[in-house]
């Protein structure tokens, strides 16, 4: 709960002058301008994992039940009656060549939205018949390392993918097939998910940033592997997802460790961890699912509370976070990924609502949640502040000025006189003067 600040003082003019402190509540309810697309728009599940925009426009949805694209008004679903080998979608890449590479439950995919479809009811094999939709690679003969979890092409074309058990390369062989080929980092094998590779990065200076179940990777372009756990400063092992900004910082998402900013140059002798942010400095939760920063250089967070947006503080030196969740118009408060649109739209996969777009520009509302039923008076004060004039009401009894900032509403209560009510009418009911003083009908 944000302290009680004094906010500044008031001329009040009722009936006599009289010197207000007031005192400052935080309260969100803005509503976010939003459109939900479920199964029952074509999507082919509501769970989403991955949402990935290819160069021609389209929207990729990585769900439990197949593979959606979506054209700007309908959705095209791919499954295993189209030939893929399992029905969970973990990631999509497409290559700067235009090749589509899809990372599924049961093996890596090779992608002709043109080919043929053909229905799988066994195991894939790694080769398919020429022409099919979906051929099928298999990392490796066990469950987990069918189980591809992550992909990226980096600078020099080269393909990478993560699995349950670990990291490989792709290596193109004669014929048009490939291989996969194990890169040993060095990962613990002796129990559970330990290699469990959970997202890939590739970094300005060429290095690939692997997080896992056991902490942070760095393969570096010399061949060194680099690892990174508490001792270097991190406060969780389980890494969920990585981003480098266009400034070039490179951020860690964690299950149970919040988030974190490394250092410039991460070495295994010193902590690599230059800023932690945690619940103490107000993160709604410490889970965090995906990292992304949208066109306009904004940074957000998928989470399990909802969708968590980076504010800068006022000399840009840090940042603090502000939470949409179900009350902002999401219908389910999990989101999982993040994505955006030609246009800049803000797409959200959810774990159980489907997708939702939040458009970047168009109608928001602000209602109760914001403390205010009726608006009685908007206007801007000197310094080109915006002040809306509320109350009182049926549950409300109280007179606010709700100033915005921060894309949010604080709400000011003038300590005004017992019995003292705003004077009738609208629109010019507060006025600061010249100097600075307000008044108050």
């Known amino acids: 709960m944000p302290s009680i600040k004094a906010r500044r003082s008031l001329t009040l003019v009722s009936g006599a002058l009289v010197l207000l402190i007031v005192a400052i509540s935080m309260v969100r309810g803005e509503r976010l301008p939003v459109k939900i697309y479920t199964t029952a728009d074509g999507l082919a599940h509501n769970n989403v994992q991955r949402i990935v925009r290819d160069s021609r426009g389209f929207l990729w949805f990585c769900t439990f039940e197949g593979l959606s694209r979506f054209d700007g008004y309908g959705f095209t679903t791919y499954g295993i009656e189209q030939g893929l080998p399992s029905q969970v979608i973990n990631d999509l890449l497409e ?50 390392s069918k189980e591809v979890t992550a992909l990226l092409e980096d600078r020099p ?28 980092l060095g990962m613990p094998a002796a129990y559970g998910e330990s290699r469990n590779v959970t997202c890939l990065l590739e970094d300005q200076r060429g290095a690939l940033w692997i997080g896992s179940i056991n902490g942070l990777y760095r393969l570096l372009p010399d061949g060194r592997v680099e690892h990174y756990a508490k001792p270097h400063g991190l406060p969780d092992l389980s890494v969920q997802s990585l981003l480098e900004d266009r400034q070039g910082r490179v951020w860690i998402a964690m ?9 410039a140059d991460a070495k295994t002798t010193r902590p690599v961890v230059a800023r932690a942010y945690s619940l103490k400095d107000e993160l709604p939760t410490a889970w965090i699912n995906q990292l992304f920063e949208s066109s ?65 520009s168009g109608i928001t509302a602000f209602s109760e ?18 002040y809306v004039l509320s109350g009182p009401d049926e549950t409300n009894k109280k007179y ?31 006025l600061e003067d010249h100097v600075g003083e307000w008044w108050v009908a």
Request: charged share 20%; hydrophobic share 40%; with cysteine.
């Open 255 to 263: 299950r149970n460790g919040g988030l974190c900013r490394l250092v």
């Open 400 to 430: 606010l000025i709700n100033r915005f900032e921060s894309e949010r509403f604080t709400a000011i209560q003038p300590r005004l006189p017992r019995d003292t009510y705003y004077g009738w009418g609208w629109n010019q009911l507060v």
């Open 95 to 144: 290559t700067r060549e235009g090749d589509y590479w899809v990372a599924t439950g049961a093996g890596l995919c090779r992608f002709n939205p043109k080919g043929m479809a053909e229905q799988r009811t066994t195991d894939a094999p790694q080769t398919a018949t020429k022409g099919a939709m979906f051929a099928v690679y298999s990392p490796g003969d066990d469950a987990k």
């Open 296 to 360: 306009d250089s904004r940074l957000w967070a998928a989470s399990p509370l909802g969708l968590i947006q980076f504010i800068p503080t006022a000399d840009g030196g840090d940042f603090h976070f502000r939470l949409y969740a179900q009350a902002h118009g999401l219908t389910y408060k999990q989101v999982q990924a993040l994505a955006e649109d030609r246009n800049g739209n803000l797409w959200l996969g959810l774990a159980n609502g489907g997708a939702v777009k939040v458009a970047r």
């Open 157 to 184: 074309g080269r393909i990478w993918c993560g699995t349950a058990q670990g990291l490989y390369r792709l290596e193109p062989q004669e014929g048009g097939h490939v291989a996969l080929r194990f890169v040993d």
């Open 369 to 386: 949640a914001d403390g205010f039923k009726t608006a009685s008076a908007i206007f801007k004060d000197n310094a080109g502040d915006l």
